[in-house]
Each structure stands twice: as structure tokens, then as C-alpha cells.
T-cell receptor, first 115, second 113 residues
């Protein structure tokens, strides 16, 4: 079984400041890792994912996340945030095979960008 | 591509009534998932299907909940009888498989009074 821990439930940050949303996972099998974003009254949207290869993955809107196997982490970062980045962010993990293939989500981090 | 389509968007019902939530997955996606989201418990996987067959329903809270997928383009989640504690946002998601990510619908906000 997998589990995901998002260490911060709320992260307030000023516009144009950098931000890091932390995510740690545990799993007994090899994993895929994901970040999803949820805007108010909407479903979750895939932001980025790590499957294999380069440990640094990027999204089209400037977010990046780095897979660190030794620390079992997949932190999300952005060097300069915008008001429009205000949303809830979910880290998720799935096993790459067998019965562990469904996504397990963290509890979410509410990012609030302040003017 | 219209994405994953859920209906209704909002549902208000009285305790004891039957509620049916509907989902149309993306064409060609072999996996379909039902999640429930609440402030207290976050996102919970209720059940998922692969090729229309239920694979894991261990997240279904109790016998009042049932889910079906009669064909590749339609699934229902039924609650009978409904209770106030069932109030939540219910999401349907579909996927091509492991590692491909999920596409979520916009959700159904259920309020049981």
C-alpha cells in the first residue's frame, strides 16, 4: 500500500515570491508520482507527473517538481507565483503494477497568493 | 473531447431518498474511478472499474452505496437510503491506465438534508 503526506495544509505567499509545497510518500513498490491542482468548484487537473527518467519534471505554467528517491519526496516548486496560482494542490502516488495501481492522494495544500 | 462528464452538478435531497450520480468517461479510457471529497476526510477512493468490471470496492462506506458500469461509456453511483453524512462532492475520473494520470469530472455536490 502507498501513502502520501503533504506537510503543510495551508501556504500563504506574496505575489512574485517563490513557493515550495512539500510532499513525502511511502510505498513498498516502485511508484509513479503526480501533482494535481483544484481550483474552486472544479475537479482536479493534472499539473505534472514523474514516471521515469529525469527526476526533474515541469509543467507548462512554470511549476516544477523533483523526485528524490532517497528522501521519498516529490516537492512542488515555483520561482515566482501569480494570483491565479491560488488553488488547492494535491500530491498523489500510484504503484506501477499490480493491485497498487490506483492513485492515493495526499490531504492537499491550499496555496493562497496574496497581492 | 468533452472530458469526463458528470451529472447532476448539484443535488439536494431529503434524508432517506435514493440518489443516483452519473458519469460518462472519456472514450477509450479503460479505468473509471469514483471519489468522494469532504473537508474532514479529503479525497477518498470509493470504487474503481477496469474494462467495466469492478476491481476494488473496499472504499465503499457501507451497503447503502452501490456502483455499476453497464458499458464503457456510462457509470452510476447510487446511495439508498441517503443520510446527511453522505453530503460531499463526488468525483468521477477516468484513465488509460497506470502512469497515464486521471482526468476528473467537475463533480457532483450532494447535500442531504
Amino acid at each position: 500500500a502507498q501513502s502520501v503526506t503533504q506537510l503543510d495544509s495551508q501556504v500563504p505567499v506574496f505575489e512574485e515570491a517563490p513557493v515550495e509545497l512539500r510532499c513525502n510518500y511511502s510505498s513498498s513498490v516502485s511508484v509513479y508520482l503526480f501533482w494535481y491542482v483544484q481550483y474552486p468548484n472544479q475537479g482536479l487537473q493534472l499539473l505534472l507527473k514523474y514516471l521515469s527518467g529525469s527526476t526533474l519534471v515541469e509543467s507548462i505554467n512554470g511549476f516544477e517538481a523533483e523526485f528524490n528517491k532517497s528522501q521519498t519526496s516529490f516537492h512542488l516548486r515555483k520561482p515566482s507565483v501569480h494570483i491565479s496560482d491560488t488553488a488547492e494542490y494535491f500530491c498523489a502516488v500510484s504503484g506501477i503494477s499490480g493491485s497498487a495501481r490506483q492513485l492515493t492522494f495526499g490531504s492537499g495544500t491550499q496555496l493562497t497568493v496574496l497581492p | 473531447d468533452a472530458g469526463v462528464i458528470q451529472s447532476p452538478r448539484h443535488e439536494v435531497t431529503e434524508m432517506g431518498q435514493e440518489v443516483t450520480l452519473r458519469c460518462k468517461p472519456i472514450s477509450g479510457h479503460d479505468y473509471l474511478f469514483w471519489y468522494r471529497q469532504t473537508m474532514m476526510r479529503g479525497l477518498e477512493l470509493l470504487i474503481y472499474f477496469n474494462n467495466n468490471v469492478p476491481i476494488d470496492d473496499s472504499g465503499m462506506p457501507e451497503d447503502r452505496f452501490s456502483a455499476k458500469m453497464p458499458n464503457a461509456s456510462f457509470s452510476t453511483l447510487k446511495i439508498q437510503p441517503s443520510e446527511p453524512r453522505d453530503s460531499a462532492v463526488y468525483f468521477c475520473a477516468s484513465s488509460l491506465g497506470p502512469g497515464r494520470g486521471y482526468t476528473f469530472g467537475s463533480g457532483t455536490r450532494l447535500t442531504v438534508v
